[in-house]
């Protein structure tokens, strides 16, 4: 008997290289989504953590990779493992609890028994399975877990490339860059929060490479700064960034230029609305070289880093999706601040974040409510295709892939290249 052919054998019609469009149904079909489950998320580099979410031996959380529910945690020789949420005996989670401390880990159901490092350590009444059953064969599934610069990314394929291979070296130069926000601390993960909108994985895979937007969609954020930091993130009209596409499906979104590199300019005016936090950490002994890149590193990186699938570095916070359904993601912004550096800092870091990320912000919840009417409006004309062509008339060529205009879609045209090739199986 002849294999069927693939449903979606004819992916140029899905999405055109040439012609930048995408077909609706990428947003709208089941059958779509759930290949894409299997060819993109369960083949590639998955973000699951950050090193600092881990302080200490036991420490875990819980996260996914595409639908599978996957725990993240570091054993007791300090090795972080990430492991699929699902007891080997008859598959119920073995943990609930989101984030914590813990010794191992058990199956609520029967009382099967695991150690951090996901090996099977005990279960009761072993002797029904007979003498030859083999605990080390019913261990936690194990994914393959690296680490860049604290970033925690974990993979179903064993024969994939190593992680900084994925990355490439101009993604790792603007991760270290994004990582300077410490201000000469580590970074870590100060909090987050989630929550779920009713679109495809794919509508919020665009967003945060899209410039285009920001006038429109965040005019009240735009409205409720002072006229300086205003100033700032006009960079629309002046046109001074550039997005790039870092191959791989990455790309980054550079807004403000003079803040690409957080440790330079240090040598400049203390911006007026971080004077007071300034004196606070004056206060706390720390010497004026310490106080200026500090201050500095408070006000966030000047650029959005979008890595393929599931991750974005967005000015101040790590975003993450997670596809739930064809039409529903969830979505964790994520906190981030200085490990050991002054409280006021990191307590300003939180009052930025919450000013434009937080619930009742002024930028997530207007972003979240276009993403929503953009899986809504996908129900009517759906022969239409969605455009993401703007700014292929003046790209230039870069070392990965072209560059354009801080408002062009090179960064979508970017991360839809490489959905291609892994759907294509390339």
Same mark, same amino acid.
């Given at each position: 008997? %002849?294999a069927?052919?693939?449903?979606?054998?004819?992916?140029?019609?899905?999405?055109s290289?040439?012609?930048?469009?995408?077909? %609706?149904?990428?947003?709208?079909?089941?059958?779509?989504?759930?290949?894409?489950?299997?060819?993109?998320?369960?083949?590639? /580099?998955? /973000?699951?953590?950050?090193?600092?979410?881990?302080?200490?031996?036991?420490?875990?959380?819980?996260?996914? *990779?595409?639908?599978?529910?996957?725990?993240v945690?570091?054993?007791?020789?300090?090795?972080?493992?990430c492991?699929?949420? &699902?007891?080997?005996?008859?598959?119920?989670?073995?943990?609930?609890?989101?984030?914590?401390?813990?010794?191992?880990?058990?199956?609520?159901?029967?009382?099967?028994?695991? #150690?951090?490092?996901?090996?099977l350590?005990?279960?009761?009444?072993?002797?029904?399975?007979?003498?030859d059953?083999?605990?080390? @064969?019913h261990?936690?599934?194990k994914? !393959?877990t690296?680490?860049?610069?604290?970033m *925690?990314?974990?993979t179903?394929?064993?024969?994939?490339?190593p992680?900084?291979?994925?990355?490439?070296?101009k993604?790792?130069?603007?991760?270290? =860059?994004?990582?300077? @926000?410490?201000?000469?601390?580590?970074?870590?993960?100060?909090?987050?929060? @989630?929550? %779920?909108?009713?679109?495809?994985?794919?509508?919020q =895979?665009?967003?945060?490479?899209?410039?285009y937007h920001?006038?429109?969609?965040?005019?009240?954020?735009?409205?409720?700064?002072?006229?300086?930091?205003?100033?700032?993130?006009?960079?629309?009209?002046? #046109?001074?960034g550039?997005?790039?596409?870092?191959?791989?499906?990455?790309? *980054?979104?550079?807004?403000?230029?003079?803040?690409?590199d957080?440790?330079?300019?240090?040598?400049?005016?203390?911006e007026?609305r971080?004077?007071?936090?300034?004196?606070?950490?004056r206060a706390?002994?720390?010497?004026?070289?310490?106080?200026?890149?500090?201050?500095?590193? *408070?006000g966030?990186?000047?650029?959005? =880093?979008?890595?393929?699938?599931?991750?974005?570095?967005?000015?101040?916070?790590?975003?993450?999706?997670?596809?739930?359904?064809?039409? @529903?993601?969830?979505?964790?912004?994520?906190?981030?601040?200085?490990?050991?550096?002054?409280?006021?800092?990191? !307590?300003?870091?939180?009052?930025?974040?919450?000013?434009?990320? #937080?619930?009742?912000?002024?930028?997530?919840?207007?972003d979240?409510?276009? /993403?929503?009417?953009?899986? !809504?409006?996908?129900?009517?004309?759906?022969?239409?295709?969605?455009?993401?062509? &703007?700014?292929?008339?003046?790209?230039?060529?870069?070392?990965?892939?072209? &560059?354009?205009?801080?408002?062009?879609?090179?960064?979508?045209?970017?991360a839809?290249?490489m959905?291609? &090739?892994?759907?294509?199986?390339?």
């Open positions: 008997m %002849t069927a052919m693939p449903k979606f054998s004819d992916l140029d019609a899905l999405y290289n040439e012609e930048a469009k995408v077909a %609706t149904e990428m947003y709208e079909d089941p059958d779509l989504f759930q290949e894409e489950m299997e060819k993109i998320f369960k083949n590639t /580099w998955v /973000w699951v953590a950050h090193e600092s979410e881990f302080p200490d031996k036991g420490s875990f959380k819980l996260s996914n *990779v595409g639908l599978d529910p996957v725990i945690v570091r054993d007791r020789k300090g090795v972080i493992h492991m699929v949420n &699902r007891c080997r005996h008859r598959a119920a989670t073995v943990c609930e609890v989101k984030k914590g401390k813990t010794s191992s880990f058990q199956c609520p159901y029967h009382g099967w028994g695991y #150690g951090l490092d996901g090996s350590r005990a279960l009761p009444y072993p002797e029904q399975y007979g003498d059953f083999d605990k080390a @064969q261990g936690l599934l994914l !393959r690296e680490s860049y610069n604290g *925690v990314f974990a179903f394929k064993e024969d994939i490339e992680l900084v291979d994925f990355l490439g070296p993604v790792c130069k603007y991760i270290d =860059l994004f990582m300077k @926000q410490g201000g000469g601390f580590p970074v870590k993960v100060l909090g987050e929060h @989630q929550f %779920t909108v009713p679109m495809n994985w794919k509508v =895979l665009e967003n945060t490479t899209d410039a920001f006038p429109v969609v965040h005019k009240s954020f735009l409205q409720s700064l002072d006229e300086a930091t205003e100033d700032m993130f006009d960079f629309l009209d002046k #046109g001074r550039w997005v790039e596409d870092l191959g791989n499906g990455h790309s *980054v979104m550079m807004m403000i230029p003079e803040r690409e957080l440790d330079s300019g240090l040598d400049e005016p203390i007026d971080f004077q007071e936090l300034a004196e606070e950490i706390e002994g720390y010497s004026e070289d310490q106080v200026k890149k500090i201050v500095k590193a *408070v966030g990186a000047g650029f959005n =880093l979008n890595l393929f699938p599931n991750v974005s570095f967005s000015l101040a916070f790590f975003r993450v999706l997670t596809p739930v359904s064809v039409d @529903q993601t969830d979505i964790r912004h994520i906190a981030i601040g200085m490990d050991g550096g002054p409280q006021a800092a990191n !307590r300003m870091r939180i009052r930025l974040h919450e000013h434009f990320q #937080g619930p009742m912000g002024f930028g997530s919840p207007d979240a409510e276009v /993403w929503e009417r953009v899986q !809504r409006g996908t129900k009517g004309g759906g022969q239409l295709p969605i455009l993401v062509n &703007r700014g292929m008339v003046d790209e230039e060529p870069g070392d990965l892939g072209p &560059r354009g205009h801080i408002s062009a879609e090179t960064g979508m045209r970017a839809y290249g959905w291609k &090739r892994m759907m294509v199986g390339a």
